[in-house]
């Protein structure tokens, strides 16, 4: 069945209580972009892309609502019979831009599951489970206090806390890694997150002055290079994360053996597609990967939770979505979330989810139709 129209939505989701702090930005509202893409007998495909910010990655929403006006008028009309020419008319028509082209391949999958009468983690190659664990991500924050929050995520049943850190003092970091570490233990597994905001020398530092916690240290250095440059220098396992930015840089980091693991982004990888063959290479190599995005609403976390679903649970870190930080939900019906820190994975066809239209205001640009 050939596409007929696709329609772009703006969907702002403020931060429920309070800034959302990161080593590299504050962030009090994100700016999400639904996009609908609707077949010629009326079938509809949704899909969702949300950068946090313009400096997190690079990637921002006045972005993927550009990438998508490039794009979209170049597959009104096409067959979605076929996901990889889909795959190849995006690419035809914009170098680049994965985190647009990957709303757009959500949609895909969501119509091809809806027409199938199959879950889309039917069409990733078959879900292992029907609930996956999730994690709870602390803000940078002060250490009594994000150790509070940790005691508080593991009575709700969370069985992985990711604590950031970075863009403040080293004794504050240590600090909070302490204090968590006491709170917790071996209660929960902890990831020690410092999304790109540490140099490399403080990172050894904070991995020699926190030598006997176990933790993975995710993402402590902005490149690669400086993640590299760790390996055999710290006791920790160092995870990427930011830096997985494509397909190639997530090859390098496995054929290289720079990284013990990843913290993967749908979005950033360009979509779901792609992101299986990610679950593949991180198979070969038995190596550990969560299935997340950036931010948003019910449709992305529908689409992490259903590939969250088809990796190995030896190897799963974890789905994280942003519940816990927004209010409400564009699907109220079937809506995505989480309970004793685990979340169940749509049993529905397609993605399960349908933003309900009444939530959301007029398309900002519609192709075709």
């Not at 948003?296 to 679903?309: E, K, Q, R, S, T």
């Amino acid at each position: 069945m050939r596409i007929e129209s696709i329609k772009v939505y703006q969907v702002l989701l403020p931060v429920k209580g309070g800034a959302y702090r990161m080593a590299s930005d504050t962030v009090q509202i994100l700016d999400s972009t639904l996009v609908e893409v609707t077949t010629e007998d009326g079938l509809s495909g949704w899909g969702e892309t949300c950068p946090v910010g313009p400096v997190y990655q690079p990637q921002h929403a006045l972005g993927a609502r550009a990438a998508i006006a490039e794009i979209a008028p170049g597959l009104v009309g096409e067959d979605t019979a076929s996901m990889r020419r889909l795959a190849k008319r995006m690419d035809e028509r914009l170098n680049g831009h994965n985190y647009a082209k990957a709303a757009l391949d959500i949609a895909f999958l969501d119509l091809a599951g809806l027409r199938l009468g199959v879950p889309v983690s039917t069409l990733l190659g078959g879900a292992l489970t029907d609930r996956v664990p999730s994690y709870y991500s602390t803000i940078v924050g002060a250490p009594d206090e994000t150790a509070r929050i940790a005691v508080d995520k593991v009575k709700a049943g969370y069985p992985r806390l990711q604590i950031k850190i970075g863009g403040r003092d080293l004794e504050q970091d240590v600090a909070t890694v302490h204090k968590v570490w006491e709170a917790v233990g071996f209660k929960a597994r902890i990831a020690v997150d410092a999304n790109r905001g540490l140099t490399a020398a403080a990172a050894l530092h904070i991995d020699r002055l926190c030598q006997a916690i176990p933790f993975v240290f995710e993402q402590p250095c902005n490149t690669m290079e400086e993640v590299a440059s760790l390996k055999g220098r710290v006791t920790h396992p160092v995870y990427l994360d930011e830096n997985t930015e494509d397909l190639n840089a997530v090859l390098r980091a496995v054929s290289s053996g720079i990284a013990d693991g990843f913290g993967l982004k749908v979005t950033r990888l360009g979509g779901l597609t792609k992101m299986v063959t990610v679950r593949d290479l991180c198979a070969i190599r038995s190596l550990p990967h969560s299935c997340d995005d950036a931010w948003g609403g019910d449709v992305i976390a529908a689409a992490c939770v259903h590939l969250a679903a088809t990796v190995e649970p030896s190897r799963f870190e974890g789905a994280w979505i942003a519940q816990e930080y927004i209010e409400g939900h564009t699907d109220p019906v079937s809506p995505v979330v989480i309970e004793n820190g685990h979340i169940c994975v749509p049993q529905m066809p397609g993605l399960g989810v349908k933003p309900e239209r009444s939530r959301l205001k007029a398309p900002v640009a519609t192709f075709g139709g």
